[in-house]
């Protein structure tokens, strides 16, 4: 059967929900996920949209999604688009959906200017670091990602 892909809406809302929460079981990360259906719906489809979600499907049904938003990059002067998450469903697996995502957010992204399709990937998670090599994608082993969050955050903010 074909896969297709498009745009989520405010009614992939409950779907995108479902789909974050399973990806943060797949990665033992469960414990971790504070966002809410409203966060979502403010910060997804609300008055300022701070990133974008692709649906994957197969015969009307969702299977998959990723969710995206630019970065800029100040060496090539021009946008990126950072993959946050890309998760398709155990029963989807091998079935080409996570391809079809990848193969829109790479025409998103030369039609938008962009200068890269950047993601990250948890060092443990084989299955999708074969995947991303058999796209051609490289690692970045000179980088390392740093995160400030929390009471760190909110420290150095002085709030």
């Known amino acids: 059967m074909t896969i297709s892909i498009r745009a989520a809406g405010p009614g992939d809302l409950d779907t995108v929900h479902r789909f974050i929460l399973e990806l943060a079981d797949y990665e033992h990360l469960r414990h971790e996920v504070r966002a809410t259906r409203a966060d979502l ?17 197969q015969a009307g049904g969702p299977i998959g999604f990723a969710l995206f938003f630019h970065n800029f990059s100040t060496f090539e002067g021009r946008p990126g688009i950072y993959l946050e998450d890309l998760y398709v469903t155990p029963e989807a697996r091998g079935l080409g959906a996570g391809k079809a995502l990848f193969r829109r957010l790479a025409q998103l992204a030369v039609e938008r200017d962009c200068a890269r399709l950047e993601w990250a990937v948890l060092n443990w998670n084989e299955p999708a670091i074969a995947f991303y090599r058999s796209l051609g994608a490289r690692a970045m082993t000179d980088w390392r990602v ?12 002085g709030a």
């Open 146 to 157: 740093k995160r400030l969050d929390g009471d760190a955050l909110r420290a150095l903010a």
């Open 41 to 57: 719906e403010r910060h997804l489809f609300g008055p300022q949209p701070r990133a974008e979600v692709l649906i994957a499907e």
